[in-house]
T-cell receptor, first 118, second 113 residues
Framework: AQKVTQAQTEISVVEKEDVTLDCVYE???????LFWYKQPPSGELVFLIR??????QNEISGRYSWNFQKSTSSFNFTITASQVVDSAVYFC???????????????FGKGTKLSVIP | DAGITQSPRHKVTETGTPVTLRCHQT?????MYWYRQDPGHGLRLIHY???????DKGEVSDGYSVSRSKTEDFLLTLESATSSQTSVYFC????????????FGPGTRLTVT
């Protein structure tokens, strides 16, 4: 079964600190996707990034960066110079098969709640 | 913005009454999904649709039915609401050509008393 572990249930940081959210996954598939989503206090679910298993380049988008390590089955998310607006629950979604068939359904766990304190 | 709206956004209903939630998209994507989100359970798939009149069950489909008579609308019906169906319901779409990522509507908070 495909599974993801976000060991950090809640994290608090002071504004402008860097913070890394950990995600460790398990899969038997050789090719797969991984996702990060954000859910701010307002409640909407916001897509942040998709990572293909065959592309191990790290990605940076503004203050956000993602470190994908296939060898350790990790897909960690770092926010640099955190801001109060980054306060949210962040979900790492488990691997979805790359086959292109099926329901394409996503499964979210409990996520990591990040609080950025001014 | 994937052009997804949900209605109603909030609803309080009594046990045993039927409830229908509507998801509307403006971009004619083929795949649409209904999820529920509950504390301690994360996000769980209820039903999904892969085209007009084409639907299938997800992980927690008992007590729910869906219909999709037009590409843009995906309806979720609770035939006889129960307190265990108190939840936040999210509709999502998978954009045509996009690989797996889904875009979510704003959610509907349903309370069954």
């Amino acid at each position: 079964a495909q599974k993801v572990t976000q060991a950090q249930t809640e994290i608090s940081v002071v504004e402008k600190e860097d913070v890394t959210l950990d995600c460790v996954y398990e899969t038997r598939d050789t090719t797969y996707y991984l996702f990060w989503y954000k859910q701010p206090p307002s409640g909407e679910l916001v897509f942040l990034i998709r990572r293909n298993s065959f592309d191990e380049q790290n990605e940076i988008s503004g203050r956000y960066s993602w470190n994908f390590q296939k060898s350790t089955s990790s897909f960690n998310f770092t926010i640099t110079a955190s801001q109060v607006v980054d306060s949210a629950v962040y979900f790492c979604a488990p691997p979805s098969p790359y086959s292109g068939a099926g329901s394409y359904q996503l499964t979210f766990g409990k996520g990591t709640k990040l609080s950025v304190i001014p | 913005d994937a052009g997804i709206t949900q209605s109603p956004r909030h609803k309080v209903t009594e046990t045993g009454t039927p409830v229908t939630l509507r998801c509307h998209q403006t971009e004619n994507h083929r795949y649409m999904y209904w999820y529920r989100q509950d504390p301690g359970h994360g996000l769980r798939l209820i039903h999904y649709s892969y085209g007009v009149k084409d639907t299938d069950k997800g992980e927690v489909s008992d007590g729910y039915s869906v219909s999709r008579s037009k590409t843009e609308d995906f309806l979720l019906t609770l035939e006889s609401a129960t307190s265990s169906q108190t939840s936040v319901y999210f509709c999502a779409i998978k954009k045509t050509g996009a690989d797996y990522e889904q875009y979510f509507g704003p959610g509907t908070r349903l309370t069954v008393t």
